[in-house]
C-alpha cells in the first residue's frame, strides 16, 4: 500500500467514528411507515414516523417524520438520505429534568448517510417561558443543511395540582 492510500484510509475511518455516538441511550421507536413513490422490483420510497424519549428530560417525547429511501441503493444501505424532518415534541407525563444541560446540547443523533450526513436532535430552554425547545437539523462534514423544524414543550404541571412544574432555567448552564 502506498502512503497517500493509507493517509486516506485512516482518514475515512476517522471521518466515519466522528459521525458515530459512542453509546446511545435508546433507539427510537418505529410507530409506522407509509410508501410515497411505488418501486417494482426493490422497496419503496417511504415515510417512517419515529418516537423517542428525551434522555436528559423524563415526560417528554419527540416525534420525528423522516424520509426513508427505497431502489437498490436503500434496498443496500447505502443511499443518501434526504435532509427534510419534521418534528413534534410533547409533554407525556411530569416532567424532570435529570440534570443541568447547555443551550444547544444533542438530545439524540443518528446517521442518515454512509459517511457524510447525520441527523440531530438539539434541546435548549426558553428561560422567560419556561419551556423547552427542540430543534431538529442535518448535517454534512463539507457542508451544512438550511433544513430544519423546531418544537416547543411549555412545562407544565402534570397530576397534582399541588406540585410545581420545575423552572427549566434552573437547569441551563450559564
Known amino acids: 500500500m502506498t502512503t497517500r492510500f493509507c493517509f486516506a484510509l485512516v482518514g475515512l475511518v476517522g471521518l466515519i467514528l466522528a459521525g458515530v455516538p ?7 421507536e418505529l410507530i409506522f411507515k407509509r410508501s410515497t ?46 435532509s427534510d424532518i419534521s418534528l413534534a415534541c410533547r409533554q407525556t407525563g411530569p416532567i424532570k429534568i435529570k440534570e443541568k444541560f447547555e443551550q444547544g446540547t444533542t438530545m439524540f443523533r443518528q446517521s442518515r448517510s454512509l459517511i457524510f450526513k ?13 419551556t423547552l425547545v427542540y430543534i431538529v437539523y442535518t448535517d454534512r462534514v463539507i457542508e451544512g443543511s438550511p433544513k430544519n423544524s423546531t418544537t416547543a414543550v411549555p412545562i407544565m404541571p402534570w397530576g397534582a395540582a399541588d406540585q410545581d412544574p420545575p423552572k427549566c432555567a434552573d437547569w441551563v448552564k450559564s
Do not use: S
Open 22 to 28: 459512542a453509546a446511545q441511550a435508546q433507539e427510537p
Open 37 to 82: 413513490v411505488w418501486k417494482m422490483l426493490t422497496p419503496d420510497d417511504k415515510l417512517a414516523t419515529y418516537v423517542i424519549d428525551d434522555p436528559g428530560v423524563d415526560g417528554v417525547a419527540c416525534y420525528y417524520t423522516v424520509p426513508e429511501r427505497g431502489g437498490v441503493k436503500g434496498m443496500l444501505g447505502v443511499a443518501e438520505e434526504l
Open 118 to 130: 447525520k441527523m440531530q436532535i438539539v434541546r435548549g430552554c426558553d428561560t422567560k417561558r419556561n
